[in-house]
């Protein structure tokens, strides 16, 4: 259903230019190798799969939308580095060169659909993994060596007396931001890189959204392959 899947795509690339159709048409591609999707009837609650990004680019495959989409990593990275450019030139290499393999972790879900859901079906994608990596005249399509994981966060405005801040995080670490997805810090604990920015909302852009009063924000982290599964295996019991 692609209006469904579409609606959870959405909110990660607000505002970007990035055709969230050719997204679609990418993970419809491999669904008979990896996917897997949570439905009620004809809704999709939740969309999961890894797009091999490297893979694509060196086969020439889906070129408009990968590079539109590298563009919108980098330039992202590059406003946040902008007094670290060490940090995004050695990204930009990561990024932008094929020696190391990329890829893109799809893991959306709706708001209200229970966090017990999650390792399930990040198991079911792992498993497809697996499955792909070792049929006859398997290519190496989905090897990675890094996995680019997108999620939305809020910073929380202190609303209550000067001076006092709401603890809304799941760790001391991160007093003063709200986490969509229980996961997101386990995975920016062991990134390589993490960086942020913040959603332009209008007005025009509020109808739906939670949080409405708070600053929206999504994070890009980079993590090694073997810090992912670690993190799959050892935190969420994948």
């Not at 990968?66 to 050695?90: T, W």
């Not at 094929?98 to 990040?122: D, F, Q, T």
């Not at 959603?199 to 409405?212: D, F, I, R, S």
């Amino acid at each position: 259903n692609f209006q469904s899947i579409k609606g959870l795509l959405k909110p990660l690339f607000e505002f970007q230019d990035l055709n969230l159709g050719e997204l679609f048409d990418i993970i419809l591609s491999q669904h008979e190798d990896i996917g897997t999707t949570i439905k009620v009837e004809e809704d999709v609650f939740g969309v999961f799969s890894y797009i091999p990004i490297t893979y694509y680019k060196t086969h020439n495959k889906f070129e408009g939308f990968l590079s539109k989409f590298e563009a919108y990593i980098l330039d992202k990275a590059k406003n946040f580095y902008k007094d670290k450019i060490e940090n995004f030139n050695k990204l930009k290499n990561l990024i932008s060169g094929n020696e190391s393999k990329i890829g893109l972790l799809i893991n959306e879900r709706g708001m209200n659909l229970p966090e017990e859901l999650l390792p399930p079906a990040l198991k079911c994608i792992c498993n497809e993994l697996k499955e792909c990596q070792e049929e006859d005249g398997y290519d190496g399509k989905y090897e990675f060596d890094y996995l680019l994981i997108i999620s939305k966060f809020v910073k929380i405005i202190s609303h209550g007396k000067k001076g006092k801040k709401r603890n809304l995080g799941p760790n001391s670490n991160y007093d003063q931001i709200a986490f969509y997805k229980f996961e997101t810090p386990l995975f920016i604990e062991e990134a390589e890189y993490s960086f942020e920015y913040k959603v332009p909302y209008t007005e025009k852009g509020l109808e739906n959204l939670e949080n409405q009063n708070e600053p929206q924000f999504v994070n890009i982290t980079l993590i090694k392959k073997d810090k992912y599964w670690n993190v799959l295996k050892n935190k969420l019991g994948v």
